[in-house]
């Protein structure tokens, strides 16, 4: 009994060693089939590999009393220490209010407006209007961040600028838009959904066009409308698109960028403009203190990817709709 028991395992595992040979062969056939396309991948993978992972080395930095002279290895270790300065820093809750609230905002409006966007286009019946309007949507983004701010401070300037002047016309004084705490955050966000809203509303577009019409057919057959169609064909059907652009959006709510704060704010608005990435800046690169800079980077991704991955996970229960 055990020789056969015996024979039967030798032979189970001949059987295993020839389908991982087989499986080897036909993955080997297939990579030489593609090597043409793996060759034009390979620039990106380098790219992907100098820049995005081999500068993670320098997460070390976060944990260490980091000197330039001595290098990253060199440097001593001081634990958690440059995590505990930032923490108990006076500036740690108005920079994490002011970058969640940046964030926020900025995801409640400058989300569902490229959606919409999308759907009033998609629903036009007067292609030329249709394609003027997408051409001029499109054309800020290819608008520099520097031009696209210093635009929006020409709107708002309060000796001439065309916001002041429609203030001005209707009986009302002038704003100082550019000083006010209170209207930062209004500015950013509406100057990214001046320059976004075209070039985000592409991905949607693709989702549009590729409903089958077939469904509005049978919604006219059933007495659908125009805003009924919307509401129970056309966004339905483009659903998991939006909930993967929402995933995506979540993840980064609090990965709010220094160019644009940095050419917008100034001394007066620092209570509601002042985020981490803006600190980084000033106490990290300016101020030389590269370990708390960062240490505050460090903690903002680790925030971020908790966002993401609770996000990812709520939308597959709830929608079964996930990254991954």
Same mark, same amino acid.
């Given at each position: 009994m055990r020789e056969i028991q015996t024979t039967a395992s030798v032979v189970q595992q001949g059987i295993e060693e020839v389908g991982l040979k087989s499986k080897f062969i036909a993955s080997y056939r297939k990579f030489l089939k593609s090597r043409q396309l793996l060759v034009l991948f390979l620039p990106g993978l380098i790219f992907y590999l100098l820049f995005r992972y081999a500068p993670m080395y320098g997460i070390l930095i976060a944990f260490k009393k980091y000197s330039p002279f001595l290098g990253v290895s060199a440097s001593p270790w001081i634990g958690l220490d440059n995590f505990k300065?930032? @923490?108990? *820093? &006076?500036?740690?809750? /108005?920079?994490? #209010?002011?970058?969640? =609230?940046? +964030?926020?905002?900025?995801?409640?409006?400058?989300?569902?407006?490229?959606?919409?966007?999308?759907?009033?286009?998609?629903?036009?019946?007067?292609?030329?209007?249709?394609?003027?309007?997408?051409?001029?949507?499109?054309?800020?983004?290819?608008?520099?961040?520097?031009?696209?701010?210093?635009?929006?401070?020409? @709107?708002? *300037? &309060?000796?001439?600028? /065309?916001?002041? #002047?429609?203030?001005? =016309?209707? +009986?009302?004084?002038?704003?100082?838009?550019?000083?006010?705490?209170?209207?930062?955050?209004?500015?950013?966000?509406?100057?990214?959904?001046?320059?976004?809203?075209?070039?985000?509303?592409?991905?949607?577009?693709?989702?549009?066009?590729?409903?089958?019409?077939?469904?509005?057919?049978?919604?006219?057959v059933d007495g659908c409308g125009r805003l009924r169609a919307i509401w129970h064909?056309?966004?339905?059907?483009?659903?998991?698109t939006v909930v993967t652009m929402l995933i995506l959006n979540v993840g980064s709510i609090i990965n709010v960028g220094y160019e644009k704060i940095l050419i917008l704010y100034n001394a007066a608005t620092y209570s509601t403009s002042d985020v981490f990435s803006t600190y980084v800046y000033r106490r990290g690169l300016q101020g030389g203190n590269f370990g708390l800079g960062t240490a505050v980077g460090l903690f903002n991704s680790v925030i971020a990817l908790i966002l993401l991955l609770t996000t990812n996970t709520i939308s597959r229960k709830l929608t079964e709709t996930s990254l991954w």
């Open positions: 300065n930032f @923490f108990n *820093s &006076p500036d740690f809750l /108005i920079l994490f #209010r002011n970058t969640f =609230l940046i +964030g926020f905002y900025n995801l409640l409006w400058n989300f569902p407006a490229p959606i919409i966007f999308a759907i009033i286009l998609n629903e036009s019946r007067m292609p030329k209007i249709k394609k003027g309007v997408q051409t001029i949507s499109y054309l800020p983004s290819f608008l520099s961040t520097v031009i696209v701010c210093s635009m929006a401070i020409d @709107f708002l *300037s &309060p000796s001439g600028g /065309i916001i002041n #002047r429609i203030i001005q =016309l209707f +009986g009302g004084q002038s704003i100082y838009f550019m000083i006010k705490p209170e209207w930062f955050r209004t500015v950013y966000v509406a100057t990214g959904m001046w320059s976004g809203i075209g070039t985000s509303s592409i991905v949607y577009l693709a989702a549009l066009t590729n409903i089958d019409p077939q469904l509005y057919e049978a919604g006219r064909i056309t966004i339905p059907s483009i659903l998991p």
